[in-house]
T-cell receptor, first 111, second 113 residues
């Protein structure tokens, strides 16, 4: 069964810093990995989806990489802003069906 | 529709009552997922529908929980004889097909008193 972990659990940085969030998964036979953000009391917003054949995806200031062999993905946020404050979740597919989520990294970007 | 729609957004019910939660996926999306998120916890998978295939019910926590989906449209999650431990946000997501980007609704916050 797929298991997903994320480190750090929480992160607080000053505005403007570049930062990296880490995600690890136990079963490398994934079809894809998806990153989401969740704002307090809200649903999940999709940020990036990386297919198993890809090594990275970029959207604006966000870049996500995938290393299937080591069971790792990283989300890089450039020039962080207070509006980036949220919980970031990664999710790996479970044998091509449902997604298994990590516990999340709670990010605070201080102005 | 423009996005995944869930109703109601909030539901308060008495212990022992049945509740029904509704999810309208994005039009044309064949895959539909239900997850539960308890306060301060991560997302727990409940059930997955793909087209007309038999649903994956492996995440349902007890036989009080059931879900239906008619074709590739609306899904309802039913919780019978609700317990306080059922209090959580219930999130629905859909994707164009398996292994494609999943989009989530805003969730239904269920409170059992």
């Amino acid at each position: 069964k797929q298991e997903v972990t994320q480190i750090p659990a929480a992160l607080s940085v000053p505005e403007g810093e570049n930062l990296v969030l880490n995600c690890s998964f136990t079963d490398s036979a994934i079809y894809n990995l998806q990153w989401f953000r969740q704002d307090p009391g809200k649903g999940l917003t999709s940020l990036l989806l990386i297919q198993s054949s890809q090594r990275e995806q970029t959207s604006g200031r966000l870049n996500a990489s995938l290393d299937k062999s080591s069971g790792r993905s990283t989300l890089y946020i450039a020039a962080s802003q207070p509006g980036d404050s949220a919980t970031y979740l990664c999710a790996a597919d479970n044998y091509g069906q449902n997604f298994v989520f990590g516990p999340g990294t709670r990010l605070s970007v201080l102005p | 529709g423009a996005g995944v729609s869930q109703s109601p957004s909030n539901k308060v019910t008495e212990k022992g009552k049945d509740v029904e939660l509704r999810c309208d996926p994005i039009s044309g999306h064949t895959a539909l997922y239900w997850y539960r998120q308890r306060l301060g916890q991560g997302l727990e998978f409940l059930i997955y529908f793909q087209g007309n295939s038999a649903p994956d019910k492996s995440g349902l926590p007890s036989d009080r929980f059931s879900a239906e989906r008619t074709g590739e449209s609306v899904s309802t999650l039913t919780i019978q004889r609700t317990q306080q431990e059922d209090s959580a946000v219930y999130l629905c997501a859909s994707s164009l097909s398996p292994n494609k980007e999943a989009f989530f609704g805003q969730g239904t916050r269920l409170t059992v008193v």
